[in-house]
């Protein structure tokens, strides 16, 4: 069956980093641009950061670019955010999945992670 299991959320003060990690089973990995999102409390889930299949192409929305990398593992069937620089508007759970199409051309997402909880200090 299909599984993507977020790790690595926390409480960190403002300014400090977080890694997160998204391990993925039951789909073919490599072929997926995947994502992460997050919702913050009171508000919409939003796009954070997608790569695609080969790690060549990403998309960050402008909330967190020059702060967040996305990276991906294929041989580990993992995708990474790492997360410096938090923010206490950071603050939201994260949530992995798949995502159909491409970075710039991006579809739905078919699966999806628990969601693992940040929590940036003030």
């Known amino acids: 069956q299909v599984q993507l299991v977020e790790s690595g959320g926390g409480l960190v003060q403002i300014g400090g980093s977080l890694r997160l990690s998204c391990a993925a089973s039951?789909?073919?990995?490599?072929?997926?641009?995947m994502g992460w999102f997050r919702q913050a409390p009171g508000k919409e889930r939003e796009s954070v950061a997608r790569?695609?299949?080969?790690?060549?192409?990403?998309f960050y929305a402008d909330s967190v670019k020059g702060r967040f990398t996305i990276s991906r593992d294929n041989a580990k069937n993992t995708v990474y955010l790492q997360m410096n620089s938090l923010k206490p508007e950071d603050t939201a759970v994260y949530y992995c999945?798949?995502?159909?199409?491409?970075?710039?051309?991006?579809?739905?997402?078919?699966?999806w992670g628990q969601g693992t909880q940040v929590t940036v200090s003030s």
């Open positions: 790569i695609n299949w080969s790690g060549s192409s990403t």
């Open positions: 999945a798949s995502v159909r199409g491409t970075t710039t051309i991006p579809g739905a997402s078919d699966y």
């Open positions: 039951g789909i073919t990995f490599s072929s997926y641009t």
